[in-house]
């Protein structure tokens, strides 16, 4: 027998019942763009490697070590995307999508990176992102952070989630701190750790993002960027949290927050949760002001987020899971009423577009047929025997608390209409 060939370390397969649970999350999350005015855009898998090497940076960890880089058959070097932001502005540059005009638009779909899987980490993983065009004020970086706070609201994780928030300042106050930063570190080489040394001169911010708790006090006292900042920043950055207030956010301002892509310049946030271990971060974002001008497009002010959807989902289903069924009705019957029972499954499917009902098809005995509907989890079993059916009465059973009940058809029939959701 040939060997099994086997899906790639990091990246998962997902069907039922799980995927009931992804589609309740992916519904709840649409609606929300939906309310808060953003348009979808798709855009493709693959893009130039170029892009994420101008954009995410050079001495970011992504970039350095976890990109899927391949040359394709025209010895163009190509890169399974890792994020979705350089892809988005890629696009809108290229079909004029943010020329002097506001852009709100949102994207999901699968994002690679060759990380070391682990729980919550995977090397292909999905996120919902959303990116604002075309302004720079801080009511932007507001109303971005109130729509992920709403998603949370929805689905019942506000108070399982902490919002972290800091302003990197603008472009020239950033290289001041970096400054800073190399000049206080090279005083301190001995006490930084290998990764730290490696990145002293490539990417110093990052070194302040480091969990090497040896670190902690050497990174607490380093500059703050703060310092470095001028009256107008530090204003855009109180306009953006008083307004988080008078929303009734809640955040935690934290100075060593500096988020792991190089694009981004003023507000920066992340929320994270205690209850999924080591890879606590759910979402991220922040504004990258420069970004569209640095691939080429004309100056435009930006911000963004993009959440991780198994983070998201597995946080949902530790603390307030959703209901794993999702077929309301599954129609068993005697072998003489099968054709009955064909049509009936149609005329419900009718009445009540948003309802999933299953007729079993087939030979089978009653036993059977239920147990197939105790398998996709059904909520209600609908009995169509011969004796009871030739009486115009039907049997219904709540298959979760094992409860029966005998009606005429009509009466079953109406209290299915009167169920009945508005498509
Ligand atoms: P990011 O922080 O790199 O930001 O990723 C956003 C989220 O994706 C993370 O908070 C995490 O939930 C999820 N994530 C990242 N890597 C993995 C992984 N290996 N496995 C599972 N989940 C993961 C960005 O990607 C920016 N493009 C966000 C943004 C949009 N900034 C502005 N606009």
């Given amino acids: 027998m040939s060997q099994t060939i086997r899906a790639i370390r990091g990246m998962n397969d997902c069907f039922a019942p799980d995927i009931h649970a992804w589609q309740q999350l992916e519904a709840i999350l649409v609606r929300a763009t939906k309310r808060y005015a953003f348009d979808e855009i798709r855009f493709p898998i693959v893009e130039s490697t170029a892009l994420f090497k101008r954009s995410v940076g050079e001495a970011t960890d992504i970039v350095e070590k976890e990109m899927y880089t391949f040359e394709d058959k025209n010895g163009e070097f190509l890169t399974l995307r890792p994020e979705g932001t350089a892809v988005c502005v890629r696009a809108c540059i290229e079909h004029g999508l943010i020329h002097n005009q506001i852009q709100k638009l949102w994207y999901m779909g699968p994002m690679f990176r060759h990380e070391r899987p682990q729980k919550g980490r995977y090397r292909q993983f999905y996120q919902l992102g959303v990116e604002y065009f075309g302004a720079e004020s801080w009511d932007t970086d507001v109303e971005v952070i109130a729509l992920f706070q709403h998603i949370l609201n929805q689905l019942g994780l506000d108070s399982f989630t902490t919002l972290e928030i800091n302003t990197l300042g603008a472009p020239p106050e950033r290289k001041a701190h970096r400054d800073a930063l190399v000049t206080y570190f090279e005083h301190h080489h001995d006490k930084l750790d290998e990764d730290s040394k490696r990145r002293l001169y490539r990417n110093p911010l990052r070194i302040l993002d480091s969990k090497n708790k040896e670190m902690k006090e050497l990174l607490e006292d380093a500059p703050k960027i703060q310092d470095y900042m001028g009256q107008e920043s530090l204003n855009r950055f109180e306009a953006v949290l008083k307004a988080l207030s008078g929303l009734g956010i809640a955040y935690q301002v934290n100075p060593q927050l500096v988020r792991g892509l190089d694009y981004y310049s003023h507000t920066v946030f992340e929320w994270s949760t205690d209850r999924l271990g080591a890879q606590s971060a ?33 946080l949902k289903q530790e603390v307030a899971p959703f209901s794993e069924g999702t077929l309301e009705l599954f129609i068993v019957s005697d072998e003489a009423l099968r054709q009955e029972a064909l049509k009936l499954a149609q005329e419900l499917r009718e009445l009540k577009p948003s309802a999933a009902v299953e007729t079993y098809c087939g030979e089978a005995s009653i036993k059977a047929q239920l147990k197939r509907a105790n398998k996709k989890l059904a909520q209600t079993a609908l009995f169509l025997t011969t004796d009871a059916w030739a009486k115009g009465q039907v049997m219904f059973k709540d298959l979760a608390t094992g409860e029966q009940k005998e009606a005429s058809f009509k009466e079953w029939q109406q209290h299915w209409q009167k169920n009945r959701d508005a498509l």
């Fill in 282 to 314: 759910v979402c991220g974002g922040g504004r990258y002001d420069g970004l569209v001008e640095q691939l080429g497009g004309k100056k435009t002010p930006a911000v963004g987020f993009a959440m991780g959807l198994e983070r998201l989902l597995e």
